[in-house]
């Protein structure tokens, strides 16, 4: 143990996901939003740091920070222009200020699994899309997939018109927004870290989002219950800043990369997994979720896909059909 990191522990500045550094050891700094294990991204997260750190001993260190407790999604790209923190993986709904390629992923029911999400996100037009922000100094490593999202509200929602009049909580994406109001329902845009806090005093209705994020979240416990609509895929852009990854020294930047590249595929192939896991833990735990039955589900999609049209434009029509032809 360093003596810096002594210091920084007893004064607790440091936390259970931070890993020892040592004198000349370059620090990797992974900032992130969701729970620290049990979570798609956090276990991406603590994995990556495992390999790093095994791997590229007395080279790099890296420390994981989940929870919020560095950065909110808005604040860590920021950061990492400044070079305060290396890498971060914000969901894909988060980069609107940066391209409006990435509204692709938002579009609702456009990946029928999360098998289809790997096929288009390793095909050249996924690929390519990793670059599309260079221009503004990041570069995407990879997508890591969160799962499919499901409606959760203070009252029941079985088809689209229950959503009349109610307040949702959104990602900061205008697609998001366009597929609230095209169920009659009103939008608010709020950081993560905010979510329980609006459900449980009645600032929102309710809200959208992953297994493992209701469940580690604990949004069942203050909502009526949760329908499964697997709408709209979550995922992240596992991102850095150009400049610093430019900055590397060549073997050291192959290294990472190779293990960035390789945690990437483990991670997105334990996704259904560590979802499945976590959608039994909100019924242990005694929260209700709503299946759909056909007619139902064609409801919300008959509902909801018209939103498409509006995205077209910022999107590319060329990548739109190349995300639906993953599905097959
Ligand atoms: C959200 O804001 O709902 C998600 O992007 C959080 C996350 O990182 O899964």
Redesign the pocket.
């Given at each position: 143990l360093g003596t810096l990191s002594a210091v920084a522990l007893a004064f607790g500045v440091g936390n259970a996901f931070a890993n020892d550094c040592d004198d000349g050891e370059m620090v990797i700094k992974f900032s992130?939003?969701?729970a620290g294990k049990g979570h798609p991204?956090g276990d991406a997260a603590n994995l990556l740091a495992e390999r790093v750190n095994k791997e590229m001993n007395g080279v790099a260190c890296m420390e994981v920070y989940p929870n919020s407790t560095l950065y909110d999604?808005d604040k860590v790209l920021e950061a990492l222009l400044l070079g305060d923190v290396q890498l971060a993986a914000?969901?894909l709904?988060?980069f609107e200020a940066y391209t409006l390629k990435y509204r692709l992923f938002d579009l609702p029911f456009l990946f029928k699994d999360l098998d289809a999400v790997e096929r288009f996100t390793t095909s050249d037009a996924g690929k390519g899309m990793l670059k599309v922000m260079e221009d503004k100094g990041y570069t995407g490593l990879g997508y890591w997939s969160?799962g499919l999202k499901q409606f959760s509200a203070n009252k029941p929602l079985l088809v689209p018109s229950d959503a009349d009049g109610l307040k949702f909580r959104i990602?900061t994406s205008d697609v998001a927004q366009a597929m609230i109001e095209a169920m009659g329902g009103s939008a608010q845009k709020l950081a993560?870290k905010e979510?329980y806090g609006a459900l449980q005093t009645g600032v929102v209705d309710g809200q959208e989002?992953?297994w493992s994020?209701i469940y580690t979240q604990k949004f069942f416990e203050v909502q009526d219950g949760i329908t499964e609509t697997n709408h709209q895929l979550?995922a992240?852009l596992f991102v850095t800043s150009t400049e610093w990854l430019n900055g590397l020294d060549p073997a050291v930047r192959d290294q990472f990369l190779k293990i960035a590249e390789d945690v990437t595929h483990e991670a997105n192939a334990s996704v259904a997994a560590t979802e499945a896991k976590n959608r039994q833990n909100i019924l242990d735990a005694g929260g209700k979720i709503r299946e759909l039955t056909p007619e139902q589900r064609g409801a919300w999609i008959d509902t909801m896909k018209p939103v498409w049209s509006q995205f077209e434009g910022d999107i590319g029509a060329d990548l739109i059909q190349a995300a639906v032809a993953a599905n097959d």
């Open positions: 992130h939003v969701v991204k999604d914000p969901s709904s988060k969160s990602q993560f979510v989002n992953t994020n979550l992240y």
